[in-house]
């Protein structure tokens, strides 16, 4: 008998003065609080301790570890069960999920993004027809025929996906029907920079399985002002603000935000005015991550730096390029990014909102075949990080085969960058990172790209809220 190589631990003496330890199977999702003798008896069984020499009671802590999944059989049978637990979520079609970009057009000015309404982006960026939007709800109603999946997510992305809403509304009716007609649980999101959310829209799509809505705040109201100003620099704050308590209530909302080093201080002041707001119980989720920037020297001092696509320089929708991958995907590829995210994480669930955990991270839409992004010319990609290029099309709505789209799609299928993680015990929340960022940073998709010290940071608030919760159990 061994230790899984996906235990990990946290002595709660470091975080909640306590004299046990956290211990966690990334693996299996157990969470135990256990004394120390318990954990020495992990690291004896991993020194080679015969089951022989345990007292009584040492086998029965070693029964609860074992059905938890805290010790296996053996190393070898635990690496096949996770290459099956890998294949098994990229070939599980219970689910059908598709994220449309309705319009790569914005209506934001953002300081950060290369989409937008700078300069004659919107003039030339590709906006779906109805007709496109017809042959994608053909091709999603195929894929529900072949596959026979219990439910379909639809996400609603962009640019700023409000800005086609002819195709929102055709998109969201007409596969509502589909659905219905097939026995099939539909819901819909969108995410959206909340400047044309209106009470009148979601009334319209709540009929249709509008489940939630993801909005971004980029800081305190200043400093959202400045990162996402209008083209005339106009602010956005208070409308999206007065949106927000329009639509609180009617359906989920989560808000999420986009930080630097130069912004990511005013957060604590956003938090607080969310707090104080009379919708603030009304918000699912608050989560933040990195703004992505293109690297030096277009990148000026102080930008996270990131994230360029391609020999021409195509940027991969600039920081939206994440949000829906599969709304626990945190994208974080930046080094800054890791201390940041857990003083961020640890701000919002002081104020008593709910956020990811920073360990429960994936993986993410890109590991499962059946999650599609359809650009706003039909043009498929495995995941929303890599619909700005071309390049990197794994297929097409109309079927169309050619061989950019072949081997863009051999080269997704082939993904493993997990496989080059060694033992480390993050590999089941993780799976090597994210596919964008490697692409970016390393120039290879298929190259982990770590984050592990996150992980270690959110895997330390997990001990310290389990070691809380337990806390007031026991009183
Ligand atoms: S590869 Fe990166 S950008 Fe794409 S879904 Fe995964 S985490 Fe998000
Ligand atoms: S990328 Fe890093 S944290 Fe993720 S599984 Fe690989 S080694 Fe672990």
């Known amino acids: 008998m061994q230790p899984s190589m996906f235990n990990v631990r946290v002595p709660l003496g470091e975080v909640a003065d306590r004299d046990e330890v956290f211990l966690m199977n ?33 086998r029965d802590a070693l029964s609860t570890l074992t059905e938890h999944g805290f010790v296996v059989d053996d190393r070898g049978a ?40 700078h300069g004659d982006h919107n003039r030339f960026a590709a906006k779906m027809t109805l007709e496109t939007a017809a042959r994608v709800a053909q091709w999603t109603e195929d894929q529900l025929d072949r596959l026979g999946s219990e439910s ?24 509502w029907a589909a659905c219905e007609a097939r026995g099939v649980r539909m819901r819909s999101s969108i995410i959206t920079n909340g400047l044309l959310l209106t009470a009148e829209v979601v009334d319209r799509l709540l009929p249709y399985g509008l489940d939630g809505v993801k909005i971004t705040l980029d800081g305190d109201k200043d400093t959202h002002n400045r990162m996402r100003p209008l083209r005339g620099g106009q602010g956005t704050f208070d409308r999206i603000i007065h949106n927000v308590r329009q639509v609180a209530g009617k359906c989920r909302i989560a808000i999420g935000g986009n930080f630097d080093e130069g912004s990511v201080d005013s957060y604590p002041a956003l938090l607080d005015f969310l707090a104080g707001q009379d919708f603030a119980d009304k918000l699912t989720r608050v989560s933040f991550k990195p703004v992505i920037r293109e690297p030096k020297p277009v990148a000026p001092k102080g930008m996270i730096p990131l994230t360029v696509v391609g020999s021409q320089g195509k940027p ?13 995907s945190i994208c974080d590829n930046c ?29 993410c839409e890109i590991h499962r075949r059946h999650a599609h992004t359809i650009g706003p010319d039909g043009a ?37 960058a997990w496989k080059d993680c060694d033992d480390c015990a993050f590999i089941p929340v993780c799976a090597g990172g994210c596919t964008v960022a490697a692409h970016a940073e390393l120039g290879d998709k298929n190259r982990p790209n770590c984050h592990k010290t996150s992980f270690e940071a959110g895997l330390v608030s997990l001990a310290r809220d389990a070691a809380a919760a337990e806390l007031q159990t026991v009183n």
Request: net charge negative; with cysteine.
């Open 78 to 117: 635990e690496r096949r069960r996770l290459e099956d637990y890998f294949h098994s979520v990229r070939e599980n079609d219970d689910q059908l999920r598709v994220t449309v970009l309705t319009t790569l057009q914005c209506n934001f000015a953002c300081d950060y993004c290369f989409q937008g309404d």
């Open 152 to 175: 379909f997510s639809l996400t609603f992305f962009g640019g700023e996906p409000l800005l086609n809403l002819p195709v929102v509304y055709y998109l969201s009716e007409r596969l």
């Open 26 to 58: 990334t693996f299996t999702d157990a969470q135990l609080i256990v004394s120390r003798e318990v954990a020495a008896l992990l690291d004896r069984l991993a020194a080679g301790a015969p089951e022989s020499a345990l007292t009584a009671d040492e």
């Open 316 to 328: 991969l929708n600039g920081t939206c390029m994440t949000s829906a991958g599969g709304g626990t």
């Open 380 to 416: 498929l990609y495995a995941c929303p990080g890599f619909s700005g290029d071309a390049k990197e099309s794994t297929g097409h709505i109309d079927g169309r085969r050619d061989a950019s789209r072949e081997s863009a799609a051999a080269r997704f299928e082939a993904l493993a």
């Open 335 to 363: 080094n800054f990014v890791d201390e940041k995210m857990s003083f961020l994480r640890d701000e919002t669930t002081k104020r008593g909102f709910s956020t990811v955990d920073g360990v429960h991270m994936g993986p």
